[in-house]
């Protein structure tokens, strides 16, 4: 959670996470354990981000007239 909080802050750019994932093998019918790697980072274009303060985080819809 503390990594995501640090991406929205723009702290840092992009979080990468490791981890074990069991697959099957489709011809030997085998399972196998194997590494996988994740990454993460800010991809958000729905909303403006009006402001941040701490955990809250203010957005408007494109477009938004204020009146």
């Known amino acids: 959670m503390d990594s995501m909080k640090k991406i929205m802050n723009d702290e840092i750019k992009e979080v990468e996470l490791q981890f074990q994932q069991i697959t099957r093998n489709s011809k030997t019918k085998q399972l196998a354990t194997t590494f996988t790697s994740k990454s993460?980072?800010?991809?958000?274009?729905?909303?403006?981000?009006?402001?941040?303060?701490?955990?809250?985080?203010?957005?408007?819809?494109w477009g938004y007239l204020n009146n």
């Open 40 to 61: 993460f980072k800010m991809e958000y274009d729905k909303r403006m981000v009006m402001d941040s303060e701490g955990d809250i985080i203010e957005t408007l819809p």
